[in-house]
């Protein structure tokens, strides 16, 4: 239980600073727009971390397209050393984990469901019993 625990707090604590580093240091121009950290999950023996990523479209209702979203995930990987040495300098961990950055698509998945609810109650109204 102990090990979880830390391995949350450090997955926290690595989410909170690469968003850091993505408004203050990474300036990379395919990091520009709605691009946050949603998660990060890390594994029970340390040795990797997923970076959850978020990508927004122009607007917060937009979809990013699959390009833009293979944009993003190629600059966070070109940044992967300056990530990594932060994390071991500024969180202080005897080994820095290596980083597997992914596409967070629980936002999009859960507006496709709030969609598909949304037109079933539509559906319904017009048939009372």
Excluded at 85 to 96: A, N, P, Y
């Amino acid at each position: 239980m102990k090990k979880r625990y830390k391995a949350g707090w450090i997955g926290e604590e690595i989410r909170r600073l690469v968003s850091d580093l993505l408004y203050r240091e990474i300036k990379d121009p395919r990091l520009s727009g709605i691009v946050s950290i949603s998660a990060v999950e890390v594994s029970g023996d340390y040795s990797y971390a997923k970076i959850y990523i978020t990508v927004l479209g122009e607007t917060s209702q937009e979809y990013a397209s699959d390009e833009r979203k293979q944009e993003v995930l190629d600059a966070f990987n070109s940044a992967k050393g300056l990530i990594r040495r932060e994390i071991g300098r500024q969180i202080k961990l005897r080994h820095v984990p290596d980083l597997v950055f992914k596409i967070d698509t629980s936002l999009e998945y859960g507006r496709r469901i709030s969609k598909v609810i949304s037109n079933l109650e539509k559906n319904d109204m017009g048939n009372e019993y």
